[in-house]
């Protein structure tokens, strides 16, 4: 069974990136939900080798791309040249499986927006013609804290497209003593592949929801737009996000059915993003309107 794989990923990439196992477990139910990633902390904490261990243990195709100011989106979507006298397409980053978005906030808002369609429909639309991107297609994004100098603040509609953020924080003193004691930079192995994965995909999309679960996340998400202790509150496609990504986590636990414990390992992650300001730093006080949101709701009601 598939199921039985997972214990093996995780150990291939715990050993790349230690001491972060809560947060890897989270990385690995983003993608078996589908959905994109967005990894924020300070530089030098392993985004990016959690971004690229990520990619290849899945065993896709992937590119990196570094998002500087300068940046245009036909660096990232690809450009029409005229070639012996006729046009030829050459596809940018953006036609791979995995696409590494490395501090993905020091792009200019034109760069990111070139990114939408992509993230939201599986496509981009070039010279008025919509080019399909590869299945499966993920954009795994890195980002600095806002207060960073160089950085551009992700707009709402953006931050709306990844599934999950997470940051990994400073390891321990035991953790940092290991890493520190390595001669060599682990590197991970590929374990699966395009069609095992979407086999995940499917068996997670196929947990069962009885309609308690189903009620009490509805509840969190109608205490976010009425309750008033948010500055946003969380959308249809906040929803459909949340159901998703906790039927992820229970098919990670080996269930195929929802528990209410499932929605709430993954609301924070889910969430936290979509209920801040862009314009205000996620980090520090991390979680606390998704916290405030959990202690309002009564799982059982």
Partial sequence: ???????????????????????????????????HLLIEDLPGMGKTTLA???????????????????????????????????????PGPVFTQVLLADEINRGSPRTQSALLEAMAERQVSIDRETRPLPT??????TQNPQDQAGTYPLPESQLDRFLMRIELGYPDQATEKQMLLQTTTPTASPLLDSQQLQLMQYQAAQVQVADAALDYL??????????????????????QALLGAARAWAWMAGRNYLLPDD?????????????RNATGSMM???NSFSRALLERVDPVR
């Fill in 218 to 239: 509805l509840r969190l998400v109608h205490e976010s737009r009425y309750g008033g202790i948010t500055p946003h509150a969380l959308s249809p496609r906040a929803s």
């Fill in 1 to 35: 069974m598939l199921q039985q794989q997972l214990p093996a990923v995780l150990t291939e990439l715990n050993r790349v990136i230690l001491g972060k196992e809560a947060e890897i477990r989270l990385a690995v139910c983003c993608l078996l939900a589908k959905g």
């Fill in 52 to 90: 690229h261990a990520l990619a290849t243990v899945m065993g896709l195709d992937y590119q990196r791309v570094q998002f500087t100011s300068d940046m245009l989106p036909a660096d990232l979507l690809g450009v029409t040249v005229f070639e012996q006298q006729q046009f030829v397409f050459h």
């Fill in 136 to 141: 499966p297609f993920f954009v795994i994004a």
């Fill in 263 to 275: 929605i709430q390992a993954v609301f924070a992650p889910v969430a936290e993003h979509r209920l």
């Fill in 284 to 286: 520090g006080n991390r």
